[in-house]
């Protein structure tokens, strides 16, 4: 019912840029809150960012203010993390989720109903 497909991942060098996309199938948009997570190398999975379906109010991970920006599209069914001044910190699989039942913070990745298969971003020399 529910289907998530990211892409635009790939590998960039230290201060580039990327923009990963998030094709949702119909109404997720309309209707449920959605967001991007990621998982580095050893390390858990953390919200990265998240746009709250009720009121638009974006989330953004204190590591990634003033650097990621989080967007949709609800024509194209799309929504985008464009990821600026990137560092190799950011390497991980990026994963885009949203929740169908806000029961918790619409950005709490344990509120999560539906996960892509992710899309994974290198940041190197």
């Known amino acids: 019912q529910v289907q998530l497909v990211e892409s635009g991942g790939g590998s960039v060098q230290p201060g580039g840029s990327l923009r990963l996309s998030c094709a949702a199938s119909r109404f997720v948009l309309d209707y449920y809150s959605i967001g991007w997570f990621r998982q580095a190398p050893g390390k858990e999975r953390e919200e990265v960012s998240c746009i709250s379906n009720s009121d638009g109010e974006k989330y953004y991970a204190n590591s990634v203010k003033g650097r990621f920006t989080i967007s949709r599209d609800k024509a194209k069914n799309t929504v985008y993390l464009q990821m600026n001044s990137l560092n190799p910190e950011d390497t991980a699989v990026y994963y885009c989720?949203?929740?169908?039942?806000?029961?918790?913070?619409?950005?709490?990745?344990?509120?999560?109903?539906?996960w892509g298969k992710g899309t994974l971003v290198t940041v190197s020399s």
């Open positions: 989720a949203t929740q169908v039942d806000r029961r918790l913070g619409f950005c709490d990745q344990m509120g999560m109903d539906y």
